[in-house]
């Protein structure tokens, strides 16, 4: 068995348990330790697939600083107490379940169409890769790709605008006493089921 | 004079238009107004049977354009009236008859506060009616019918503040338009035939007959017959006449009994030559007025009201009208359309001056003794009692006895038997109504009044027209008035052999005698406690007579119950089911729609779920060939 | 390479599908963001497989900016979250519910 | 060493004065926070003209792609381009009345609407799924703050389920993008023409990705069963947000659509028909249907939204020139009479409180017959009522449908047309024929009012005579690779 | 004289818009003339527009035709034949009495006369089109004013009525709407452009099955504007909480777009599946005839009778249609003018005594003949106009229908003519008991008409005894077109194709 097939068998199981045990975990810290590892298993399948330079994007950029932005995140919220456990929108979790393996059915017979089981890729990567791969990474991406990268970077501040925009909300004009005058209209004006409604009709209980 | 028919009906008519929009500024001018306009008619038309009298026979038919009508293309249509011996006739009855009646309505009305409107109505039926007969084509002849309708309609609920004037009114409409639907199809029939409405192409003119197959004269000939009937308040169609007596009197006289409701007889004699062609049609005629003889006969001896029971006479003798002209003697109808428009409208008249003197008192039970009140009023009645009883030499003897006798030659039995039994209880109800009215004690409280001078004249012009009619046109079958009609309604075949003159003239003379003395067994003076409590004493009898057989009430329960009450789960079906429906798909879409609180719960989870269903459901159409 | 480019492909359906499913059962926003970003890796492995499939780097560069999408989408997404929990005091996105109908 | 690439910045020219407007606003809302709006408000305007300016230059180019194939450079672009500034026009003076109004200064609006209008100008010229991609990002992600941008309690909740939903479905469009990448090896949109052009044989795993593409982008207008975001955020979002997102967002991802559906994946319309119609048809229903009970004018617009955008779509199952016209002339209506409408609720709502609710517009009529007036111009227009330009989009979208042999789709259409006129006309019977209760302080400026008699004159113009526009519309249809 | 009068007629109501929108201050007496001056310029025009049409010729006249929209194939077509002229002038003659019935509307005068004659304009346009877009157009413009007209100024259900009448019009113009695109699309694949052109669509080779499912689409469309059987109860709502006015009009005027446009589009585009649709239709119509009159009989409220009326008198109409010989379509488009005539005058005439009363409830009413005679007369005039009496106009729309079915089906005639005998019974009983009977203490101080209500209904009294008396004129410019319709109708064989229609174009040519 050759060496990149046993890799696979080896981490393709544990993406999926990982990833299953991002889903199921109460804890949203062990959660987020689980994607961490689903992101380390895929970023081995990068490397199995002849891309370094993504490789350690994904460890650097995945694992380590948005992985690290979530946890943070969930520190600051102080929302480790984990989920509840009882799903209260009825039939919620069956429906998912349900819809998730059929698209994974409509995908693979797509897949199976288009590409075909057995097909393995051809050989000769190496050529597209002058140089290694993330030079010749850099070449597509600074020759074809430059005007997306630009875009990127204004993807980037609006990014930060709105980051700014949300965050720093707290220390501007908005008072304490705005707050509260407005709370109330709040409630009224967004609380709007149409009458008629019954009390049944609205999922769960408050 | 001819040429100038027009303006028989074109006089009225503007008479007609003036009083209806000015008449309240007339004030009792409006009687003359009308009056004038009638005579001025009758004048038309009497110098227009005058020329048509100096054209040699075969000439008397006279076709007057009075205007075009319709011109599309090729064909003109053009508005025709048609001047030969039967519309002339007719046209003569309606002027003069008419006339007189105008004449007596302005002493009649006077206490009226709308004179204008009662003469405007009575002008314009005048108009109408002389369309009708006068016209040379259906559509023109339907004009009439309907227009004739419209005025009977409107003079019967002329006091429409009686609820039962006006209920009368719109029954009498109702009922006569389910004979103007038949006759509207026969003309339907008549169009797709012969292409054409006009009386010569239908009818055939100089002696051609019409080229037309028997069924299909058969099944023209009894929807017009349909027409009639409504018209001529004829079995079963006849339920609307008596209580059209709502109506003023003088209208009565007119409408109920002069002129309108011969109209039935007027257009089967027209169109007789269909009739003639079918056989059939003739036979149903004949039996349509023997039945309608004697059952309005019969009922007219159960009726204490005067004008109801002068109502069912009027049944009674059109259907001797109609027996006539069913056994193929149209001349004979037409005589005796015309002697009963004399006797028919006195009888009315002399009717009304009891009511005018009285109150409105009506019912003979509340009468009694009158001829001592109203010696001249009851003098002419007892004319025009007599005329109609058919004792020689009143009208009606030549008439009736035409009738019967040439019934007898018909060879038909039954015809002769039903017909004298016919005749007697003619003079049985008549002599009734004279008996019970005018002489013996008086039942009524006060003096009644006797009619006025403007009221009287009149009558006694119809009563020495009830008396001398009869002798002096003959109306016998072979009479002048007969020979006089022969080129439009043809001869009066001689029947087969049967009993001589003398011994019909004999028996016809004795039962009417016997009807007279039956009715004075039974309703002399002496007897009036009997007759009066005889509904008490035979309520079975007295109602079946009194209600006329009940055919009104079942009728009444058809329409009133069954209909209605179909009617009304008509409407409820429409009400429930129909818009139900509708207002169930807009009540559905929003109950539908509200729902939507289910799905768009607020839950975002909720949200993302119908998103991954949609990509499922979406991807389907990749993986799928259909 | 001996392993079909195909296996890599299901790996990526299932990863997303788990991802998805992720965001439909749970109700705190944090975790169903991280369903999100585990669709979007989940993809990744696909541009990354299909680049490899055809020998050429396009794939690769869009799972690049992919990377850098999802970097800004957290910023924007986590701030967001801070916001309504702000507002709120909660990130169960069930109570998130005075919108609807 | 790599060939430099070109660059040729002048086919971006609309994109780049959009996002320099936006980045010289956020740097001086950055500086002045709490300064007056109106300098602001100015630079947008600004922008957006010569914007438009440059657009219309662009108009006399040869059609082209520019920029290594990432951007086109054709009519198409140009028209979505100047509706877009039309209506950021529109969006930005609403915006200006809504905060001035009730003296918030939030001058990082500006710069966000720009940085939305950006990414909308340049998601219109998109010739790169990869560009399409990045560009609905920045839209999205401006318009995430955007909806937020009051920080009440619905904005925030409205800009959390827009996040949610808009992360969830960014992951689809781009699973999308990767499928047709593999299926084709480009993610050029002309790249994937050609590649599928010439090809037979199964197709699924291009037509998977066409029809992910196609969730992901659904979701941007509203399609059903991608819609139930709308009515939560519309009703949420302040009203010059939702009236500026409501009709740029439809115009530009229409367009978006357009390229896709039209150019790159045209080879497969007789596979992608069907789901396209199923799900314009799923969206005129349910829209339609679930707009009846709303009692909540933005609401029940959202909702309408929903049946518009499924109106649009019709015209997408016939991938022809008309096709293209008549989608491009339904955009360009519903923009003008939608924008209005937000407009006029957002005038009538009173303030940051936003009563939206029916009892708000009950005999405006008499209180307010200027503002009731041009509301019902748009509502008739959005109910397709004649002589509105919503009455001809109809007919064309229709009509485009009919061609393409979806007359099932059109009777489902022309049905919840009813369905529609139901509401919308609701609206104005509870404006026009119910008394009025209480008093209502009118709004003294005519401002306003003149402001948004421009769409409404637009929207009676091109009812009356649409054939100002159609040809040009037209010309934007031919679309060439 | 040479000028294009057909949109002279459609443009001359328009004339008073700009006056009554733009000056918002304008008096309401000034808004009234403002609107009456506008309607009756229009029947000026119209009357030109009458003066110059060719007596004799069967097709279209006074043609103008310019594109609109070129590049879709919409263009500005009109024309006017023997079935629309008359449409024409009766909506030009009722308009300016509808507007001056409506005198006593005494809030939002201005909107209201500007909402009446934008309704003229578009219910003028939807008789005159000749392209297919542009008629449905019109059709569909002009539901909003009907539907403002209704919603705001009729009475307590106003509002209901009002909607229903408009989505259940709207329901049968989505059918219409998708009939007219297909036909669209397949001149497209026919003609090589595709067109809105009824001249040019006439031309189609239609496939029977297509010319079938097509016909059925037009037809529900029209239906529900007829109303035919058993798509009416809009009608009865709608008419019963319309203002006057709005009564008259729809009465009078805006049913009639449904049978006309039976007439103009259903027949000359889909004669295969007219004849083959006709003898259900038929039924349907004469279903609607009886069913319409009986339950008219029942009603409590007089203008829901009157409306149940015309459910009964249009089912009249559509038989006359699809009977298709030239007297039944004769009597049609007659009956179309003659219902337009009496049952705008019966809501009148109700809607004057409405004003006085404050009541529709027949139990309320009662003993009014003795009060107000004049106003009475003028009832007994529509109404027996309405009944169909020889010598006012009905009678001869009724006459030719009935006549010219009976020469195709003489059971179904039968079954109709009693629509006859039950209009008398509904409106002669409904008469006895709102008019007639003792009168009512409540009642006893009516106003009989005043002057401006006799002048008002006196011109539809003559014109009802104009063509009562003399149908002569109306007749001579109907009958070609009829003929030649019905000609063409009845050379074509159910089941097989059909020749294109060689229409001999009429003079007029093309427009300036």
Request: neutral net charge.
């Amino acid at each position: 068995m050759p060496l990149d097939n046993v890799v696979f068998w080896v981490f393709a199981p544990l993406s999926i348990a990982t990833a299953i045990g991002m889903m199921v975990v109460r804890n949203a810290v062990h959660a987020a330790l689980f994607l961490v590892v689903n992101f380390f298993t895929i970023a081995v399948m990068y490397l199995l697939l002849d891309a370094p330079f993504l490789f350690a994007v994904q460890i650097v950029v995945y694992a380590g600083a948005i992985m690290v932005l979530f946890l943070f995140v969930i520190m600051l919220l102080g929302v480790d107490r984990g989920d509840p456990l009882g799903e209260r929108l009825f039939g919620q979790r069956t429906t998912a379940v349900i819809l998730a393996v059929a698209i994974v059915a409509e995908v693979a017979t797509a897949i199976r169409a288009g590409v075909g089981f057995a097909t393995r890729a051809p050989e000769g990567f190496e050529a597209a890769n002058p140089g290694g791969n993330p030079s010749a990474l850099a070449d597509v991406l600074f020759r074809d790709y430059f005007f997306p990268f630009e875009v990127t970077s204004i993807l980037l501040i609006v990014a930060a605008v709105a980051a700014m925009v949300l965050a720093l909300r707290r220390s501007r004009s908005v008072t304490q006493r705005e707050i509260e005058e407005h709370e109330g209209d709040d409630l009224e004006a967004y609380a709007m089921a149409p009458p008629g409604a019954p009390e049944s009709m609205r999922e769960g209980t408050r | 004079m001819i040429d100038l028919i027009g303006l028989a009906i074109a006089i009225p008519l503007v008479a007609a238009g003036v009083n209806m929009l000015v008449g309240a500024r007339l004030g009792r001018y409006a009687g003359w107004l009308g009056t004038g306009a009638m005579v001025a008619s009758f004048a038309i038309a009497l110098g227009a049977l005058l020329d048509l009298l100096s054209l040699p026979a075969g000439d008397r038919t006279q076709v007057v354009t009075v205007a075009e009508w319709i011109r599309t293309g090729a064909a003109t249509v053009t508005l025709d009236l048609r001047v030969d011996p039967l519309s002339i006739t007719m046209a003569m009855v309606v002027t003069g008859v008419g006339s007189l009646i105008h004449l007596y309505a302005i002493g009649y009305m006077e206490h009226d506060p709308r004179p204008g409107r009662f003469f405007g109505y009575m002008n314009l039926f005048c108009a109408f009616m002389l369309a009708l007969v006068l016209a040379n084509d259906f559509l023109l002849l339907y004009l009439g019918w309907e227009g004739v309708g419209l005025c009977s309609y409107l003079l019967i609920g002329f006091w429409s503040e009686r609820p039962e004037a006006a209920r009368a009114a719109k029954k009498a409409f109702i009922t006569t338009r389910v004979g103007d639907v038949m006759l509207l199809l026969g003309l339907f029939a008549v169009w797709i035939h012969f292409g054409s409405f006009d009386f010569d192409t239908v009818l055939g003119s100089e002696g051609s007959l019409p080229e037309i197959a028997a069924g299909t004269a058969t099944a023209i000939s009894l929807l017009m017959l349909g027409g009639a009937v409504g018209k001529s308040a004829q079995l079963p169609l006849h339920v609307w006449l008596p209580d059209a007596m709502a109506g003023p009197t003088p209208v009565s006289a007119l409408i109920h009994a002069a002129t309108m409701v011969t109209a039935g007889v007027y257009l089967v004699v027209r169109t007789h030559v269909l009739f003639e062609i079918s056989e059939v049609a003739l036979i149903v005629v004949a039996v349509i007025g023997l039945a309608g003889a004697l059952h309005a006969g019969f009922a007219s001896l159960g009726q204490y009201d005067m004008k109801r029971a002068l109502a069912y006479s009027t049944m009674s003798q059109l259907g001797f009208m109609f027996l006539a002209a069913g056994l193929g003697f149209s001349a004979v109808a037409i005589s005796l359309l015309v002697a009963h428009a004399f006797y028919k409208a006195l009888l009315f008249l002399t009717s009304g001056n009891v009511m005018h003197g009285l109150h409105d008192e009506i019912d003979v039970r509340r009468l009694g003794g009158l001829v001592r009140d109203m010696p001249w009023t009851a003098a002419l009645f007892a004319v025009g009692a007599l005329a109609l009883s058919g004792l020689p030499p009143f009208s009606g003897y030549y008439t009736k006895d035409a009738i019967l006798e040439l019934a007898s030659h018909d060879g038909e039995v039954w015809t002769y038997v039903l017909g004298s039994l016919g005749a007697l209880v003619s003079a049985w109800y008549i002599a009734r109504l004279f008996f019970t009215a005018f002489i013996g004690d008086r039942r009524y409280e006060g003096r009644a009044h006797e009619a006025s001078t403007l009221m009287r004249a009149p009558l006694v012009v119809l009563a020495i027209g009830a008396l001398f009619a009869g002798m002096w046109l003959a109306l016998t079958p072979d009479g002048r008035l007969a020979t006089f009609l022969e080129p439009v309604v043809g001869t009066v075949a001689e029947g087969h052999a049967g009993p001589s003159t003398q011994v019909l003239v004999a028996i016809s003379v004795v039962l009417t005698l016997l009807g007279i003395a039956i009715a004075w067994r039974l309703y002399r003076p002496a007897a009036a406690e009997r007759w009066i409590s005889f509904p008490e004493r035979e309520p079975g009898l007295a109602g079946a007579l009194g209600h006329a057989f009940y055919i009104d009430d079942l009728y009444a329960w058809i329409v009133g119950t069954v209909g209605l009450r179909g009617a009304a789960a008509l409407e409820r079906f429409d009400r429930i089911v129909v818009d139900g429906a509708v207002n169930g798909v807009g009540r559905l879409a929003v109950r539908l729609s509200g729902l939507a609180p289910i799905w768009q719960s607020g839950r975002v989870r909720r949200y993302a779920l119908s998103f991954l269903a949609g990509g499922v459901a979406l991807l389907v159409f990749a993986v799928v060939r259909v | 390479m001996r392993t079909p480019i195909a296996y890599f492909l299901l790996l990526s359906a299932i990863l997303f599908a788990l991802g998805s499913a992720s965001v439909l059962v749970r109700r705190n926003a944090l975790r169903i963001f991280m369903g999100v970003e585990l669709q979007l890796n989940a993809v990744n492995l696909t541009l990354v497989a299909f680049s490899r499939m055809h020998l050429e780097l396009d794939g690769q560069i869009l799972a690049f900016f992919s990377m850098v999408v999802a970097a800004a989408e957290v910023v924007v997404g986590l701030a967001i979250i801070v916001a309504v929990f702000r507002r709120t005091g909660t990130t169960d996105v069930d109570r998130a519910d005075v919108l609807r109908g | 060493m790599i060939d430099p690439p070109r660059v040729e910045l002048w086919a971006i020219l609309p994109v780049l004065i959009l996002f320099g407007g936006a980045v010289i606003a956020l740097v001086g809302a950055a500086f002045a926070r709490r300064a007056d709006q109106a300098p602001f408000a100015l630079l947008t305007l600004a922008a957006l003209a010569a914007a438009a300016a440059s657009a219309l230059w662009l108009w006399q180019r040869e059609p082209t792609t520019a920029l290594e194939g990432m951007v086109s450079v054709d009519r198409l672009a140009v028209v979505a381009t100047l509706t877009l500034c039309g209506v950021g026009a529109f969006g930005a003076y609403l915006g200006y009345h809504y905060f001035e109004r009730d003296e918030l200064r939030r001058n990082e609006f500006y710069a966000l609407l720009l940085f939305a209008l950006g990414g909308m100008a340049l998601l219109v010229a998109a010739a790169d799924l990869i560009v399409v991609f990045l560009a609905i990002e920045v839209l999205s992600l401006s318009l995430y703050v955007l909806t937020a941008l009051t920080f009440r309690r619905g904005p925030t909740e409205a800009s959390l389920k827009y996040f949610l939903l808009g992360a969830f479905s960014s992951a689809f469009l781009l699973y999308g993008v990767a499928i047709s990448y593999g299926a084709v090896a480009t993610t050029s949109i002309q790249g994937l023409a050609r590649g599928l052009a010439g090809t037979t044989g199964d197709q699924s795993l291009a037509i998977a990705g066409a029809l992910l593409i196609v969730v992901g982008l659904g979701f941007k207008v509203s399609l059903v069963p991608f819609h139930m975001w709308v009515p939560d955020v519309y009703q949420g979002a302040p009203s010059p947000v939702t009236a500026f997102m409501s009709a740029a967002t439809k115009v530009a991802v229409f367009v978006a659509l357009v390229r896709v559906l039209h150019v790159a994946f045209v080879a497969l319309q007789w596979d992608l028909g069907p789901a396209i119609a199923a799900l314009s048809a799923a969206s005129m229903v349910v829209g339609s249907v679930l707009a009846i009970a709303q009692t909540d004018v933005k609401r029940l617009l959202a909702y309408s939204s929903v049946a518009q955008a499924g109106y649009i779509l019709s015209a997408f199952v016939a991938p022809d020139r008309d096709g293209i016209a008549a989608a491009l002339f339904y955009v360009v209506s519903y923009a003008a009479a939608v924008i209005g409408a937000f407009g006029v609720v957002m005038l009538i709502s009173g303030g940051i409180g936003e009563q939206t609710g029916f009892e708000r517009f009950r005999g405006l009529g008499r209180r307010r017959p200027g503002l009731s007036a041009l509301l019902t111009i748009f509502l008739l227009s959005l109910a397709g009522i004649p002589p509105t330009a919503g009455f001809v989009a109809k007919v064309f979208v229709l009509g485009a449908a009919t061609s393409a042999g979806y007359w099932p789709l059109v009777l489902i259409g022309a049905l919840a047309g009813v369905v529609g006129a139901f509401y919308y006309l609701r609206i104005v019977a509870l404006m026009a024929m119910r008394e009025p209760e209480g008093d209502d302080v009118a709004d003294p400026s005519p401002l306003p009012r003149l402001v948004l008699a421009v769409p409404a004159a637009a929207v009676v113009v091109l009812g009356i005579v649409p054939g100002v526009i159609v040809p040009v519309l037209r010309e934007a249809g031919v679309l060439t690779w | 004289m040479d000028a294009p009068w057909l949109t002279l007629v459609i443009v001359a109501p328009l004339t008073g818009l700009p006056v009554l929108l733009l000056w918002r201050s304008i008096s309401d007496e000034a808004a009234r003339w403002v609107g009456l001056a506008a309607a009756l310029a229009a029947f000026a025009v119209s009357i030109g527009m009458l003066a110059n049409f060719e007596t004799g010729e069967a097709g279209f006249q006074l043609v103008s035709k310019h594109p609109w929209v070129e590049s879709v194939g919409l263009s500005w077509f009109l024309g006017v034949d023997g079935f629309s002229v008359w449409l024409v002038m009766v909506t030009t003659f009722m308009f300016p009495i509808a507007i001056a019935a409506s005198w006593k509307v005494d809030h939002q005068v201005r909107r209201y006369m500007a909402m009446a004659l934008f309704l003229e304009t578009v219910i003028l346009g939807a008789f005159l089109s000749l392209d297919l877009l542009l008629f449905f157009l019109f059709f569909e413009a002009l539901l909003f004013p009907m539907y403002y007209i209704i919603g705001v100024w009729g009475s307590k259900r106003r509002i209901y009525a009002a909607t229903k009448f408009l989505l259940y019009t709207m329901f049968g113009s989505a059918f219409l709407l998708v009939g007219i695109l297909w036909l669209y699309i397949e001149s497209g694949n026919q003609l090589g452009k595709a067109t809105f052109d009824l001249t040019a669509l006439e031309q189609l080779r239609l496939s029977t099955e297509a010319g079938r499912w097509l016909f059925l689409a037009f037809f529900v469309g029209f239906a529900v504007k007829v109303p035919v059987w058993p798509l009416h109860t809009w009608l009865p709502d709608a008419h019963t909480e319309a203002p006057t006015k709005g009564s008259v009009v729809l009465a009078a005027i805006l049913l009639k777009t449904g049978p006309y446009g039976m007439l103009r589009f259903n027949l000359d585009l889909f004669p295969e599946a007219s004849r083959y649709f006709a003898d259900a239709i038929m039924v349907l119509a004469v279903v609607g005839i009886v069913y319409g009159a009986i339950v008219a009989m029942m009603q409590r409220d007089i203008k829901r009778l009157i409306a149940y009326s015309s459910v009964s008198h249009m089912g009249l109409i559509v038989l006359g249609i699809f009977a298709f010989s030239a007297e039944s379509m004769d009597g049609a488009v007659l009956q179309m003018v003659n219902h337009g005539l009496s049952t705008g005058m019966l809501f009148l005439v109700f809607g004057m005594l409405y004003e006085r009363t404050h009541t529709r409830e027949i139990s309320d009413l009662g003993g009014i003949v003795q009060v107000t005679p004049w106003l009475a007369g003028a009832y007994v005039v529509a109404m027996f106009s309405s009944i169909g009496l020889p010598g006012l106009n009905n009678f001869v729309g009724e006459f030719l229908v009935l006549l010219g079915t009976f020469s195709v089906d003489r059971v179904l005639a039968s079954i109709a003519i009693l629509g006859v005998i039950l209009s008398a019974i509904y409106m002669l009983w409904s008469y006895q008991r709102t008019f007639q009977g003792p009168a009512k203490e409540r009642w006893g101080s009516l106003r009989d008409l005043s002057w401006r209500e006799g002048a008002i209904v006196a011109p539809i009294v003559v014109a009802m005894l104009w063509i009562g008396l003399q149908p002569g004129p109306m007749l001579e410019r109907l009958r070609p077109t009829s003929e030649l319709v019905s000609e063409r109708i009845r050379t074509v064989q159910v089941g097989e194709a059909v020749e294109p229609l060689a229409r001999t174009s009429g003079p007029g040519g093309e427009g300036p």
